[in-house]
């Protein structure tokens, strides 16, 4: 087996120990279900309420698609402003840094006077959790364009807006790349946080219903449902990045 197959392979073996040790310390020390399920018990009933955990899941991910849509749309532009003006980058970035460190669990009570219980809070949780790592790596790559190719583009005829958008933007993609695999996890904690407390659907009820019940197997069937969604929007991105810049990753490519 090469490098590149144990790369590959690395991730479902070491999957494969975590969840073998993990019941086997749940048969072997008999650890109650009510306290920490075993895998099995959490694939039973995963199966036994799967038409349920779909219900709900699928709640989850459109909810968290919509708002991780909208952090895009604001992070590009606001990290296009940022990143091109050092006068933006000196007014804003410390603002945003502020505002992104202050916990977005606690916003959910206030969004839901604002819109009431549903979607809205959930939206909009996504949204406020996941746009910040997207407009700072669109901002810092157009801000760290080198400024001796800016200074060869301009004696070349370029204005700075095109420097901007057909060098500055291309050059960008790994970082933005970069950012939506960041963020995109951060768009399912922010939702599910939101309907943990906002609302009567999705994966976040189902977590609290489900504890209500005592049925923890359940409520990990349901960590484990966004635990995949957000895996696989991540290999999504890593697949879509690999394949539309293979310029940024010459010494991975040649290997």
Not at 22 to 34: D, G, H, K, L, R
Not at 46 to 51: I, Y
Not at 108 to 136: H, K, Q, Y
Request: glycine share 8%.
């Amino acid at each position: 087996m090469n490098k590149k197959q144990l790369e590959r392979w690395a991730p479902w073996v070491l999957l494969v120990a975590v969840i073998a040790l993990w019941q086997f310390t749940c048969t072997v020390f008999n650890v109650s279900e009510f306290i920490f399920p075993s895998p099995w018990r959490i694939a039973t009933q995963t199966w036994e309420f799967k038409g349920v955990i779909l219900g709900h899941a699928w709640r989850t991910y459109w909810v968290t698609m919509a708002g991780f849509g909208l952090a895009i749309v604001v992070g590009v532009l606001l990290g296009f402003v940022v990143g091109s003006s050092r006068l933006a980058y000196a007014a804003v970035y410390p603002l945003m840094t502020a505002f992104n460190a202050l916990p977005k669990a606690a916003f959910v009570p206030i969004l839901v006077v604002w819109f009431g219980i549903g979607i809205g809070p959930a939206i909009l949780t996504a949204f406020l959790i996941s746009f910040f790592p997207i407009m700072v790596n669109i901002a810092t790559g157009l801000a760290t364009l080198e400024p001796e190719l800016e200074d060869v583009l301009r004696v070349l005829g370029a204005k700075r807006w095109d420097v901007l958008v057909k060098v500055g933007l291309p050059r960008s993609m790994p970082y933005f790349y970069g950012s939506l695999k960041v963020a995109i996890t951060l768009a399912f904690v922010g939702t599910t946080v939101s309907e943990m407390t906002a609302a009567n659907e999705g994966i976040g009820y189902l977590l609290i219903s489900a504890g209500s019940a005592m049925q923890m197997g359940l409520a990990f069937s349901g960590l484990v449902v966004v635990g995949a969604m957000a895996m696989v929007m991540y290999e999504l991105f890593s697949y879509i990045e690999k394949n539309t810049t293979r310029w940024a990753h010459r010494s991975t490519n040649n290997e």
